[in-house]
C-alpha cells in the first residue's frame, strides 16, 4: 500500500499541475499576422562587341585603284550603349578611306569615332569604312612607295552609356582598373592598385577630416605607378589639409610615379595646401585638367614634376602678393639637383614658366624647342606654353 500510496500522489500533482498551465496560461498563443512573399527579380544585361574583316589582312597598294576592305563593328547589347573603333594610321597617306555614316569623331581624339547602339534582343552590325573600301592615289610614284611597316589597325570597344554624362566619359572608364566614387573608394583604390594600373574618378570627390582627426587627409601615391583619370570631376576640401606634414591634396612620396590625367578640376581649400607635392625622389605628371592652389600649385620638394598641359592659378599668394610660387622646388634640393621641373605645355595665370622668381631672378621650367606666348585678360597675363 505505501508504494501504490506513492504512485496516487505523484498522479494527482501531475493532474493539478496539467489543470494550471490551462487556466493559468501556461499554453501560449501569441497575436500573429503574416504576408505572401514579395519577390524582386533582378535581370541580368551584356554588352558584348566583335570587330571582323572578310577580305583579309594583305593588300598590294596599285596607284589608281579601289580595293576592298571591310572591317565591321558586330554589338549585342541589352542596355542602351556607347561604341567606338579606334583607328591607327601608320601608312603615311598612302591609303585613302572615309569612315562609314553614323560615327562621329570623340572629342579630344584624332583617331577614336563612337556611335551610340540603343538596347534591344538583336545583334548589330555596322561598317567602319565608307563603302567598305579603300583607294590609291593614281598620283603615287615609286618614290613614295619607299617605305616599311604601312598598315592600317581598327580596334573596336563597347561599354553601357549609364551612368555616364557623355561619350568621352564613358570612354575614359573603358581601359579603368578601379572606379571611385568616393573618398574612401579613392583611397582603397591606390592602396590596391599596381604599377600601371588606372583610377577613374566616377563623382566629384570633397576630402574632410574624418571624426577626432586633426585635418583632412591627402591622396596619397606611395611606391607604385599610377594614373588617375580625373573624367571632368572635381576634387576639392572643405577641411584644412596643410598640418603637420601634409602639404598638399595629392602627396606623391617613398619613390611613387602619379600621372593626372582626365581635364578635371583639382581646387584647394582657399588659405590652405597646395594641389600636389612630390617626395622622396618622386615623380608626378600632370597632362591635363585645372589645378587652383595656394601660395603654389605645385612643391617639389625631393622628386621631379613634369607639366604637360593644364591650366594654373592661385587664390591665396602669400607674403609676395604675386604668382612667383606658383610652380616651387625646395631651394637645397633644387640646388643639388634632386628637386627638378620641366614644363611643355599649360597656361599659367601671372606666371611664366620660362622666366619667373621661383628659385631667382629669371627661372626657367621650359626646355628648348618650346615657346611662351602671353595673353592679357581681365587684368591677368595667362602665359602658355607650346611646341615650337
Sequence with gaps: ??????????????????????????TYA??????????NNFHTNKVLVELKETTGNDY?????????????????????????????????????YTI???????????????????????????????????????????????????????????????????AASAYLCIDADYIASTPSE????????KDGDVVVLANDITLAKASGASSAKPIAVKNKDITINLNGKTITNTDDIYVGNNWSIFSVKQGGNLTITGNGTVKTKENDCYVVDVQDGSKCTIENGTFI??????????????????????????????????????????????????VTG?????????????????????PEGYTITSNPDGGATWYTVQQK
Design 30 to 39: 501569441y497575436l500573429q499576422g503574416s504576408t505572401k512573399d514579395v519577390v
Design 346 to 366: 599649360g597656361t599659367f595665370k601671372n606666371f611664366n614658366p620660362a622666366d619667373n622668381e621661383a628659385e631667382g631672378a629669371h627661372t626657367n621650367f621650359v
Design 186 to 193: 579613392l583611397e582603397a583604390a591606390i592602396e590596391n592598385a
Design 1 to 26: 500500500m505505501k508504494n501504490r500510496k506513492k504512485s496516487i500522489v505523484v498522479t494527482g500533482a501531475a493532474i493539478m499541475l496539467a489543470a494550471i498551465m490551462v487556466l493559468g496560461g501556461g
Design 100 to 166: 562609314a555614316d553614323g560615327w562621329t569623331k570623340l572629342d579630344g581624339y584624332d583617331n577614336i569615332y563612337y556611335r551610340e547602339v540603343a538596347a534591344n534582343a538583336e545583334t548589330k552590325t555596322f561598317s567602319v569604312l565608307a563603302g567598305d573600301s579603300v583607294t590609291y592615289d593614281a598620283a603615287l610614284e615609286n618614290s613614295d612607295m619607299a617605305k616599311d611597316d604601312v598598315a592600317l589597325t581598327f580596334k573596336a570597344h563597347a561599354i553601357q552609356s549609364k551612368p555616364f554624362e557623355n
Design 293 to 342: 592652389g595656394n601660395i603654389s600649385v605645385a612643391y617639389i620638394y625631393q622628386g621631379e614634376l613634369t607639366v604637360q598641359g593644364g591650366t594654373f592659378s592661385i587664390q591665396q599668394l602669400g607674403s609676395s602678393k604675386d604668382e612667383r610660387f606658383t610652380l616651387n622646388c625646395y631651394d637645397t634640393n633644387r640646388l643639388n639637383g634632386t628637386a627638378k621641373i620641366t
Design 60 to 96: 598590294e597598294i596599285i596607284p589608281g585603284t579601289t580595293q576592298s576592305k571591310d572591317p565591321k563593328v558586330t554589338v549585342d547589347n541589352t542596355v542602351d550603349s556607347y561604341v567606338y573603333v579606334e583607328i591607327t594610321d601608320a601608312t603615311d597617306g598612302l591609303v585613302d
